[in-house]
């Protein structure tokens, strides 16, 4: 944060008001990333692009495409994070019992996953573009024990929910799986999964809750710039062999994120306006 502060050198009688300011990060917007050399760029937008010559030609790659936006479709969505005066991005309310959860009736998504598993980090950098948006994010483990509310002006609400961690499934008692089971106007949930480790018994109870709940929820998989390509390749077959054998709910294809080097937000927030009816995405199976 910088304070654009008083200058000696004014003119008289000029207008100066003490504006602050939050830096936005470079890449928070399509803009640049449209500006990086092509390989990059396909990178950013498109993480699996990364992965794919990995894989056998045998292996069918459409069901990492299901959900494949245009460069327009991320255009549009990103309109959406953009912060205007008739369209207010901000922190609303912090639950945290169930009744104190605010009615709202736009569309909502949530984020659940075990605590540092990056679900702050990745609301953050999809906020990038209002960076004065204030989402802890901790060096704590456990340290959201609230629910966060954001909204994004009328189009939709975004959850951080308390991460939880050895004491699942008893963490979720209070919040989690409440809000799952109640919540009306939640359109998604996104489950959030460390690339680096893979699904944790943690992580498949909460895959479990999720089925129970029968919550259409998404599979998101977080910190890939952390981990090499084999092993986050290895991690994302076998969490797509057990969505596909093993969920009904879950959207066939997990993501992959960085919210540190940006890779995957713009295709997220595209995602997020799509479930929300904000932005239709053409040729899109069953997301
Ligand atoms: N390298 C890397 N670190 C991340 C990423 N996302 C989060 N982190 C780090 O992981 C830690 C926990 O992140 P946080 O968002 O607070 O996790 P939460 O407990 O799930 O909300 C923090 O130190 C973050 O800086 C990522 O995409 N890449
Ligand atoms: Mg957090």
């Not at 209002?130 to 966060?148: L, Y």
């Not at 479990?208 to 890939?224: A, D, G, L, Q, S």
């Not at 919210?259 to 997220?268: A, C, N, P």
């Amino acid at each position: 944060m910088f304070c654009v502060q008083l200058r000696p050198w004014l003119q008289p009688g000029a207008r100066v008001c003490a504006v602050t300011q939050q830096s936005i990060h470079k890449l928070a917007s399509l803009q640049k990333a449209t500006t990086l050399p092509p390989k990059k760029m396909q990178g950013l937008l498109y993480p699996f692009s990364r992965l794919e010559g990995y894989l056998d030609r045998s292996v069918d790659k459409t069901q990492f495409q299901l959900f494949h936006p245009s460069l327009e479709d991320m255009v549009e969505a990103e309109k959406l994070f953009c912060p205007s005066p008739s369209h207010k991005i901000d922190f609303y309310v912090s639950a945290e019992r169930m009744d104190h959860v605010p009615a709202l009736k736009q569309p909502e998504v949530c984020f659940i996953g075990r605590s540092n598993v990056g679900k702050s980090s990745l609301i953050k950098a999809l906020f990038s573009l209002t960076p004065e948006v204030e989402v802890r994010v901790s060096k704590t483990p456990g340290h959201t024990k609230k629910m966060n509310f954001f909204k994004v002006g009328k189009a939709f609400t975004m959850v951080d929910m308390p991460g939880y961690g050895h004491n699942a499934p008893k963490d979720f008692v209070d919040m989690v799986e409440p809000y799952l089971y109640t919540r009306k106007n939640l359109v998604r949930t996104f489950l959030l999964v460390d690339g680096s480790v893979g699904l944790q018994k943690a992580d498949r109870i909460a895959l479990e809750m999720c089925e129970e709940t029968r919550c259409p929820y998404v599979m998101v998989v977080t910190k890939i710039d952390k981990c090499g390509q084999g092993t986050l390749l290895a991690n994302l077959l076998s969490l797509q062999d057990v969505v596909k054998t093993q969920t009904t709910s879950c959207f066939p294809q997990p993501f992959l994120i960085s919210s540190l080097h940006f890779e995957g937000i713009y295709f997220l927030r595209c995602f997020i306006a799509h479930v929300t009816g904000r932005i239709r995405v053409k040729d899109t199976c069953q997301s």
